[in-house]
């Protein structure tokens, strides 16, 4: 069972930038394709970005390309989501979430789940 613990989030003006993080426990972290996904008040999760077990391969929804990386040590147990230059609307609880496949965009495919670390973005 892959346990996950995000941290990171916090309050960030806009244009500022901040460096999430992920960290695994559990057996055959590196067997996983992990995704970023964001949940803002009233609205449905959001797939914001993904990356293959290997690292090779990496994904993002397009309103964040250019601006977030997503990226992971698999020595470490840990996927990162760099987020810059922010804007108002990046503000949301992001979650990690670990999938046996490939990183699509579908929440229902990651069969495990962090908490959640809030982002909060100021105009």
């Not at 901040?18 to 609205?43: E, H, I, N, T």
């Not at 290997?54 to 309103?63: C, I, L, P, V």
């Not at 495990?112 to 100021?122: C, E, L, N």
């Amino acid at each position: 069972q892959v346990q996950l613990v995000e941290s990171g989030g916090g309050l960030v003006q806009a244009g500022g930038s901040l460096r999430l993080s992920c960290v695994a426990s559990g057996p055959s972290f590196s067997r996983y394709s992990m995704g970023w996904f964001r949940q803002a008040p009233g609205k449905g999760r959001e797939f914001v970005a993904g990356i293959s077990w290997s690292g090779g391969s990496t994904y993002a929804t397009d309103s964040v390309k250019g601006r977030f990386t997503i990226s992971r040590d698999n020595a470490k147990n840990t996927v990162y989501l760099q987020l810059n230059s922010l804007k108002p609307e990046d503000t949301a609880v992001y979650y990690c979430a670990a999938a046996p496949l490939l990183p699509t965009i579908r929440p229902s495919d990651y069969n495990h789940w962090g908490q959640g670390t809030q982002v909060t973005v100021s105009s």
